[in-house]
């Protein structure tokens, strides 16, 4: 009686208020449209208008826009953009990987410290630490003082508006973003794993290489996405850092609308088909984490 009296009331018990569910999640939907839905479904429709004499879009349908995503510089300028991020992307996961995999591996107060010092550089712009590498980095900068200090060089060295400047502030702006989501893995793994790695006979090297690694797969995954998709499309730190000799993609595109070129439709244009490719990767990037997780059950 006692079991079927509970289940009775088990079954009883109300589910979730659907009109309260609603009503909370309201305003995030109206958020959603507001920044998300509308001012992309206005890049669409701008994609697709003709160019105005002094900047704007004038009434009318054209796929001129479209058909500019042809031409030559575009093509150079998407294959310097996916080159420079997939090089950030890769350094910032060859770092990322050990120093998340050592935070998961720390006592749980130096983890909280070592967490705490991942998550410090969010405090600040990435525009005011773009400027602080620019004092470190210029011809009488603290790094260029401190190598003729030491003697190690005769004349300052450039540094600064170069593509390695540039490199070196998408890895710093990123990392955290690619510690972050493999830490997250690495915490939730089972350390008994590890253990009976070792057991077998398997050496530190081996048992990261062979055993952590795999495992890693989906934060590993989600540490490139996010890091590619944003270093992709940056175009303030490429002008801080750059001085305007590194154009990427998200230079271009803002130049359409803010600089000389003028040109709407082919800066919307350029955004909808980014904003397409980052859909396909977003969506590859699901599909590579589902599968490593069916390979791990």
């Not at 018990?13 to 109206?30: K, Y």
């Not at 989906?218 to 499309?233: E, M, N, R, S, Y």
Request: aromatic residues 8%; charged residues 10%.
């Amino acid at each position: 009686m006692s079991g079927a009296g509970a289940a009775s009331r088990g079954s009883r018990e109300p589910g979730p208020p659907g009109r309260v569910a609603r009503l909370l999640l309201a305003p995030l939907v109206a958020w959603a449209i507001a920044f998300a839905v509308l001012p992309t479904a206005m890049l669409v429709a701008c994609s697709f208008g003709r160019r105005g004499t002094l900047g704007g879009v004038e009434p009318g349908f054209s796929l001129a826009a479209w058909g500019r995503l042809l031409d030559p510089t575009v093509r150079v300028v998407l294959g310097r953009s996916v080159a420079w991020a997939g090089l950030a992307t890769i350094a910032c996961l060859v770092l990322a990987v050990p120093a998340a995999w050592t935070i998961a591996r720390s006592a749980p107060r130096r983890r909280a410290w070592l967490l705490a010092a991942v998550v410090v550089p969010f405090w600040t712009s990435f525009l005011v630490r773009a400027y602080a590498w620019v004092t470190i980095l210029k011809g009488e900068g603290l790094l260029n003082g401190a190598l003729l200090a030491a003697g190690l060089v005769s004349a300052p060295i450039e540094m600064l508006y170069t593509p390695g400047a540039v490199l070196l502030g998408l890895v710093h702006t990123f990392l955290p973003f690619a510690i972050l989501p493999v830490y997250a893995t690495a915490e939730a793994l089972d350390p008994a794993l590890v253990e009976a790695a070792s057991d077998l006979g398997a050496g530190p090297v081996r048992t990261f290489r062979e055993v952590v690694l795999p495992l890693l797969g989906p934060g590993i995954a989600a540490a490139a996405l996010l890091v590619f998709v944003p270093a992709l499309g940056l175009y303030a730190l490429n002008d801080v850092l750059g001085g305007g000799r590194v154009d990427m993609i998200g230079n271009l595109v803002a130049d359409q609308f803010t600089g000389a070129a003028r040109d709407w439709p082919f800066g919307a244009a350029l955004s909808v088909a980014l904003l397409l490719a980052f859909a396909v990767a977003w969506r590859l990037a699901g599909r590579g984490g589902s599968l490593a997780a069916s390979l791990e059950r």
